[in-house]
């Protein structure tokens, strides 16, 4: 449970919740270290103190995407 979050991070997670979809039709490269960017972000944005659930959540969702960031380059 988030106790209070920013605009900001809101928005960071609406867009990640945006690209996570658009890669969903049309995977690529680029968008997979775009999400690992936002991703990143959000671990290092001030607020996910305020959001420990999240965190746990991102650290998994940003180890994964980092993967397929690489993974897919290598190819």
Known sequence: MCLATSKEFTYMENWL???????QSN???GLAQTISFYLDKLLQHEDIHFCGDKRCDYIKMQRYWHWQAVKEKAH
Do not use: K
């Open 17 to 23: 919740v945006m690209l996570l979809t658009v890669y």
């Open 27 to 29: 995977a690529s490269n």
